[in-house]
T-cell receptor, first 116, second 112 residues
Framework: GAVVSQHPSWVICKSGTSVKIECRSLDFQATTMFWYRQFPKQSLMLMATSNEGSKATYEQGVEKDKFLINHASLTLSTLTVTSAHPEDSSFYIC????????????FGSGTQLSVL | QQQVKQSPQSLIVQKGGISIINCAYENTAFDYFPWYQQFPGKGPALLIAIRPDVSEKKEGRFTISFNKSAKQFSLHIMDSQPGDSATYFCAASSGGYQKVTFGTGTKLQVIP
């Protein structure tokens, strides 16, 4: 099946710094990518929909200026957590649709962010 | 509000047994119902999915049963194995593979 690569798999940062997470579709072009957040033992909550060449669409309650999303190419979307604080610590997961493969959603392996 | 309710929250099954996870939805516009398997520290992986025009879909040991009138669907894992121990999420979306709404998850433990 299609592969979505997410990097880094874990990151520890100091409060106030910014962290960038990359999501790449390795063998298909993804016009749309999704970013999720997951707290321990909880479900995935959609944060935003990233569309190549246009602005991301954020879900209600998600701060646009806090979570910057860039989808500059058909194979790469990035999520930047700006001025991170301990409450931003979470597991972040990206997913991408393969438009040629029945448009199924494939997920990255996730990024565990810990803000000290 | 789009919601997908999932039960049970956790499940313990003996090796060789049948694991059953149930989900219910409210939005009749949903037209795609996937199930995902997630291991600790990993992203979800698509297991099996169904559309409302069929009542059952089977892939290997995994079967989805779908009841459109009741707005319920379930995952059956036959001959459950310890390697199946993971968290399972049901999900639903409308208009194809757009925004997916996830259930609350079921942590399955298969004991030898």
């Amino acid at each position: 099946g299609a592969v979505v690569s997410q990097h880094p798999s874990w990151v520890i940062c100091k409060s106030g710094t910014s962290v960038k997470i990359e999501c790449r579709s390795l063998d298909f072009q993804a016009t749309t990518m999704f970013w999720y957040r997951q707290f321990p033992k909880q479900s995935l909550m959609l944060m935003a929909t990233s569309n190549e060449g246009s602005k991301a669409t954020y879900e209600q309650g998600v701060e646009k200026d806090k979570f910057l999303i860039n989808h500059a190419s058909l194979t790469l979307s990035t999520l930047t957590v700006t001025s991170a604080h301990p409450e931003d610590s979470s597991f972040y997961i990206c997913s991408a649709r393969d438009p040629q493969g029945d448009e199924k959603l494939f997920f990255g392996s996730g990024t565990q962010l810990s803000v000290l | 509000q789009q919601q997908v309710k999932q039960s049970p929250q956790s499940l313990i099954v003996q090796k060789g047994g049948i694991s059953i996870i149930n989900c219910a939805y409210e939005n009749t516009a949903f037209d795609y119902f996937p199930w995902y398997q997630q291991f600790p520290g990993k992203g979800p992986a698509l297991l099996i999915a169904i559309r409302p025009d069929v009542s059952e879909k089977k892939e290997g040991r995994f079967t989805i049963s779908f009841n459109k009138s009741a707005k319920q669907f379930s995952l059956h894992i036959m001959d459950s194995q310890p390697g199946d121990s993971a968290t399972y999420f049901c999900a639903a979306s409308s208009g194809g593979y757009q925004k997916v709404t996830f259930g609350t998850g079921t942590k399955l433990q298969v004991i030898p």
